[in-house]
Structures are given as structure tokens and as C-alpha cells.
């Protein structure tokens, strides 16, 4: 999976910081819980009479009035304890999540099929996770992966079929199975080194629909970052404020194939309590067909308030083959425990890898609103606008979708 960027949640509580929306997320986008501290903060006092997350001091700008909030539905915000299928037994956690969407064009990336309600990501996995604080641990974990997102997320970068990307996988038409993660992980104190099938640590924005603020994706997290890697990768808690990363890789989106022989690495640092800043990079050739070069990715988390997160994140892509850039800008705000909303803004551009002449630009924004009906189950309804500058075939145009994701 991408890691983690020490991204500052929307609201920080009782010195620090909320649990995650989803059972298994991977960036730090969420709600504030109420119950993630043992003295109520940041908006989380019963304002209003018989709520408990009204969000009536949360909304700023007036709209905290409780016949306001109430008249918006935002009241009375009692999201209740996740409940889990399997749990957890001697350490091995399995859990899962089912998402189902609809989109009405296949441009916003991961969406194949448009205006159809579509089984994306039924997603199991079993993790033992490591704890090196009082000596040695190992553990590992394994992912699985039917639905749309099934082929975007096997190893097709693979130079032949194999893994999960043979026959046995491929169901037909849009849908397939993967095994995006498949790995061993053993530490020590404060270092750590994961060997097998990983997700990589490139850019904000990841495969997993648990980890992500909004339902559609970024061009340049779809078209110009690596989903996986195969190798090996060290992790070093240099302290609270740094975190170092490095290793060794075969390539992009390989599964246990000769691909590349690349390096991936970089750093965390938490410079301020409110701002983090991660740096990441792969750099060597990237596959089998001789693609080299360099790619890195630069996201600064800031929380703006104790409500509001901003995130900006900048990708440079220089190859043999392809020359891209892009500027991702993401700007979050959280009213209570059940209502988050968030806009985002793209500018994606390539150019030519010989001559540095831009070719083509596209530009997106991204508006939507996190709804949690429970603990369990959240809703992402979102309106996107598309508009280019050089590419063929394309039109700019106004985008809608939705999806349901319950975990469990």
C-alpha cells in the first residue's frame, strides 16, 4: 500500500490526532471522533440539547446555530462502535470492505464503467503487524481484490503472465481479481524492513477506496506514479518528527518478476504540529522494456484549524519515455463526526521526454462530501469538471459519482 504520509488530520483533539474513517485507511483523512479522547475537544461538546456531535460550533461563519444545523440534518451524530466480521485472534487481524459506485464518465480514472453500478473493490486482507518497541517482531499481510479496480491494481507490469495476472485471475470484461500486497515484515526497536509485494510510497492518493477523501482520482496518481513494487523496503524511526525510507525494487507494478532494478526511498519530517512534509522518490529503470529515469513526489499536509486540512502535493516524472508533472491541491473541512466536505484541484501536463515541448494539459476540479450513516458505512457523492488543452478526442465536460464503501 502507499504509506502513510504523517498527514495532519482535520482536527487535532486532546493533544492528538483522531482515528481513521475507514477500518483499514491509509491516509490520514477522517473525521474527528468524539471518543478518540477522554476530554471532549474541538467542537465535540454537546452544544445542543440530546446531540452528540451536533457540529453546531464546528460550522464557523454563523451556521452554528442549532435550528440551522438541525434544519441541515447535521444534528444528532451518533455514528455508534465498527463492527468487525472477523476481529482480530492471537495478533492476525482480517478485515475487509465492499465498495459499489457509479460514475458517469470513464475519464475520471479507475471508473470502467460508466453510468453502470459497479462492484469496485471487494477487498479482504489478514495482517500481523509488527511491534519492535520491546525487541524483535515479525509479521506480514496479505491483500485480496475482486471487482473494476481488479485489473487496475494486479501486477501488469509484469514482462509475461503470472501471479495475479494469468488466466486463473483474469475474469473477462471489466472485472478481475489481484493480490496487491503479499509480504513479510520484520523489525527491530526503531527499524523495520518489509520484503515481498507492497504498495508503494508514492504520492497521497492510493488504490485502497478506504484511504481516500474522494471517490475519483487524480490524473497523476492514475497515469504517472507506480501502484506496487516487489522488493525489499526499510523503514527507520529516526524520532517523533522523522521518519527515513529506502530499499530496493523491481521496477513498477510487478509482482515477483524481473520488471526493473530500481531504488525507492525517502523521508517524513513533522515540522511543525500542524504541517508534514514527505518526499519520495524511485529512481533506476522501471521495466523490462527499458524505461529509465526518475519520478518523485513532494505532499505537504498543513492543518489549517482544528477543522480544516489542506494538502498540496507536487509529481515530477522524468524518463527515457514519458515526461509528466502535476500540482494536486486538497482542501478539507470537518463539521462533525458524520459530515466531512473537501474540494480538489489539478493541473496534470506532459511533455515531450526528447524535447521538454508540452504536449498536452488537463485540468480538474473536484468538489464532494463524506457522509458516515454508521461507523461502518460512508458515503462519497461528488461533482467533477474535466477541461484540456491538446488532447485528442477529449472534451471538457461535468462528471458525477457516487459510491457506498462499508467496512467491515
Same mark, same amino acid.
Given at each position: 500500500m502507499k504509506l502513510s504520509k504523517l498527514a495532519l488530520i482535520a482536527a487535532i483533539a486532546c493533544g492528538t490526532y483522531a482515528g481513521n474513517v475507514f477500518a483499514d485507511q491509509t491516509n490520514d483523512v477522517q473525521l474527528v471522533s468524539c471518543e478518540s479522547c477522554d476530554e471532549p475537544a474541538c467542537g465535540c461538546e454537546p452544544a445542543c440539547d440530546d446531540a452528540c456531535d451536533s457540529g453546531c460550533d464546528s460550522m464557523g461563519c454563523g451556521l452554528g446555530d442549532c435550528a440551522i444545523v438541525d434544519r441541515l440534518g447535521l444534528n444528532d451524530c451518533c455514528l455508534g462502535d465498527p463492527y468487525s466480521l472477523f476481529g482480530e485472534c492471537n495478533g492476525i487481524a482480517v478485515g475487509g470492505w465492499m465498495q459499489l459506485g457509479y460514475f458517469t464518465d470513464t475519464t475520471a480514472n479507475f471508473n470502467s464503467l460508466p453510468d453502470n453500478v459497479q462492484l469496485q473493490q471487494g477487498w479482504l486482507f489478514a495482517e500481523k503487524a509488527i511491534d519492535s518497541s520491546c525487541g524483535f517482531d515479525i509479521g506480514g499481510r496479505v491483500d485480496y481484490i475482486?471487482? &473494476?479496480?481488479?485489473?487496475? $491494481?494486479?501486477?501488469?507490469?509484469?514482462? =509475461?503472465?503470472?501471479y495475479d495476472t494469468n488466466s486463473g485471475w483474469e475474469r473477462g470484461g471489466q472485472y478481475g481479481n489481484a493480490m496487491p500486497q503479499l509480504y513479510l515484515e520484520a523489525g527491530y526497536g526503531d527499524l523495520s524492513v518489509k520484503v515481498?509485494?507492497?504498495?508503494?510510497?508514492?504520492?497521497?492518493?492510493?488504490?485502497?477506496?478506504?484511504?481516500?477523501?474522494?471517490?475519483?482520482?487524480?490524473?497523476?496518481?492514475?497515469?504517472?506514479e507506480?501502484?506496487?513494487? &516487489?522488493?525489499?523496503?526499510? $523503514?527507520?524511526?529516526?524520532?517523533?518528527? =522523522?521518519?527515513?525510507?529506502?530499499?530496493?525494487?523491481?521496477?513498477w507494478d510487478s509482482g515477483f518478476q524481473d520488471n526493473?532494478?530500481?531504488?525507492l526511498g525517502g523521508a517524513s519530517l513533522s515540522l511543525t504540529d500542524r504541517l508534514s512534509v514527505t518526499y519520495a522518490a524511485v529512481g533506476g529503470r522501471f521495466s523490462a522494456g527499458g524505461e529509465k529515469g526518475y519520478m518523485q513526489s513532494i505532499v505537504a499536509d498543513y492543518a489549517v484549524s482544528d477543522d480544516v486540512q489542506y494538502i498540496f502535493q507536487s509529481d515530477l516524472l522524468d524518463t527515457n519515455e514519458r515526461q509528466t508533472f502535476g500540482i494536486?491541491?486538497?482542501?478539507?473541512?470537518t463539521i462533525n463526526d458524520c459530515v466531512a466536505v473537501g474540494t480538489r484541484v489539478e493541473w496534470y501536463q506532459i511533455?515531450?521526454?526528447?524535447?521538454d515541448a508540452v504536449l498536452n494539459d488537463t485540468w480538474n476540479w473536484t468538489a464532494g462530501i463524506n457522509y458516515r450513516q454508521s461507523a461502518n458505512l460512508t458515503f462519497r457523492p461528488e461533482i467533477r469538471y474535466d477541461w484540456y488543452d491538446g488532447w485528442q478526442g477529449l472534451e471538457d465536460s461535468f462528471k458525477f459519482g457516487v459510491d457506498a464503501v462499508m467496512t467491515f
Open positions: 475482486y471487482g &473494476t479496480d481488479g485489473p487496475d $491494481t494486479a501486477s501488469f507490469g509484469n514482462p =509475461v503472465a503470472g515481498g509485494h507492497f504498495y508503494t510510497i508514492i504520492g497521497w492518493e492510493v488504490v485502497q477506496a478506504t484511504g481516500n477523501f474522494f471517490y475519483s482520482h487524480a490524473n497523476t496518481m492514475y497515469n504517472s507506480p501502484f506496487t513494487h &516487489t522488493g525489499a523496503l526499510f $523503514t527507520y524511526n529516526h524520532s517523533d518528527d =522523522v521518519t527515513l525510507y529506502g530499499g530496493y525494487v523491481e521496477g526493473g532494478d530500481a531504488f494536486n491541491q486538497y482542501l478539507i473541512k511533455a515531450d521526454p526528447t524535447t
